[in-house]
T-cell receptor
Framework: DQQVKQNSPSLSVQEGRISILNCDYT??????FLWYKKYPAEGPTFLIS?????DKNEDGRFTVFLNKSAKHLSLHIVPSQPGDSAVYFC???????????FGKGTRLSVIA | GAVVSQHPSRVICKSGTSVKIECRSL??????MFWYRQFPKQSLMLMAT?????????EQGVEKDKFLINHASLTLSTLTVTSAHPEDSSFYIC????????????FGPGTRLTVL
């Protein structure tokens, strides 16, 4: 049973446009959500996170939105740049002391 | 963010041999480290939680006798794949929890294991 789902395996966006990556979760106990970026043959790099007490967190070009009632979060990247091309993983945690649960990732391609 | 190193970055071995992968937390001491495995086009799957000074906690389906974990110090955890087989070929990644909120984990660069 997949608790964190990223239903889009891939996404292509033109440079300068907005990239929207989606993530759904099923465990209502999750209270902290993170996005990681991963290049091939490298470990994931932490990008941005959001606590369940918030519905939005912004950091530069990256904004994460959380809709608790829908158990849905999204990562917005604007403007998208070619260097953003990578696999993006959504992850969730339910207590802060347990390991993260990851989605399968979405491969973002930003086309110049 | 924290710096986590892994060694080696790539290893190719023959079937039946054992391979040791090291994970080091370079910025701060870590009583807990996590080991993940990623197959191509798949998610990061947690294998085990490495605990300094005590036994590792393995996830369901992960053979503890095959994947030996030793958390020797507050900055070093090792994963030994014993009697490796081709199906063990994968990308192994360790992570260290952040010092504030523990679920902000910092990942190592990963180790690509290929078993011939």
């Amino acid at each position: 049973d997949q608790q964190v789902k990223q239903n889009s395996p891939s996404l292509s966006v033109q440079e300068g446009r907005i990239s929207i990556l989606n993530c759904d979760y099923t465990n209502s106990m999750f209270d902290y959500f993170l996005w990681y970026k991963k290049y091939p043959a490298e470990g994931p790099t932490f990008l941005i996170s959001i606590s369940s007490i918030k519905d939005k967190n912004e950091d530069g070009r990256f904004t994460v939105f959380l809709n608790k009632s829908a158990k849905h979060l999204s990562l917005h990247i604007v403007p998208s740049q070619p260097g953003d091309s990578a696999v993006y993983f959504c992850a969730a945690s339910d207590s802060g002391n347990t390991p993260l649960v990851f989605g399968k990732g979405t491969r973002l391609s930003v086309i110049a | 963010g924290a710096v986590v190193s892994q060694h080696p970055s790539r290893v190719i071995c023959k079937s039946g041999t054992s391979v040791k992968i090291e994970c080091r937390s370079l910025d701060f001491q870590a009583t807990t480290m996590f080991w993940y495995r990623q197959f191509p086009k798949q998610s990061l799957m947690l294998m085990a939680t490495s605990n300094e000074g005590s036994k590792a906690t393995y996830e369901q389906g992960v053979e503890k006798d095959k994947f030996l974990i030793n958390h020797a110090s507050l900055t070093l955890s090792t994963l030994t794949v014993t009697s490796a087989h081709p199906e063990d070929s994968s990308f192994y990644i360790c992570s260290v929890p952040g010092q504030g909120r523990r679920d902000t984990q910092y990942f190592g660069p990963g180790t690509r294991l290929t078993v011939l």
